[in-house]
């Protein structure tokens, strides 16, 4: 099972950038995709996730409003629009997948059984 993330950068506060996740290696049909992000020095947080389906989507309060969750076509493309960056957002990204789970776990970090490797965002101020 491969997750391969893309899409990260440099950015000024104020800009945006479209961070692009790809599954492959199994069928991951009726399966759940989410973002999180690690800061340095901090642990790695809930961004964003989605259900198969795309009809359900979660986000953490602190990108609500300035990023976007959605599915490509294929739906094992997940793609996360971060609009209005900000310094604070400066991290790198992750995205994990799971079999469908709650919707009070999508949040959680523990859910998720694949994780990719990672993308640079950093936003300058």
């Known amino acids: 099972v491969q997750l391969q993330a893309s899409g990260g950068g440099l950015v000024q506060a104020g800009g945006s950038l479209r961070l692009s996740c790809a599954a492959s290696g199994r069928s991951f049909r009726d399966y759940d995709m989410a973002w999180f992000r690690q800061a340095p020095g901090k642990e790695r947080e809930f961004i964003a996730a989605i259900r198969w389906s795309g009809g359900t989507t979660v986000y953490a309060d602190s990108v609500k409003g300035r990023f976007t969750i959605s599915r490509g076509n294929p739906k094992t493309t997940v793609f996360l629009q971060m609009n209005s960056l900000k310094p604070d957002d400066t991290a790198v990204y992750y995205c994990?997948?799971?079999?469908?789970?709650?919707?009070?776990?999508?949040?959680?970090?523990?859910?998720?059984?694949?994780w990719g490797k990672g993308t640079q965002v950093t936003v300058s101020s």
């Open positions: 994990a997948t799971t079999s469908r789970v709650a919707h009070s776990a999508l949040a959680e970090r523990s859910s998720y059984d694949y």
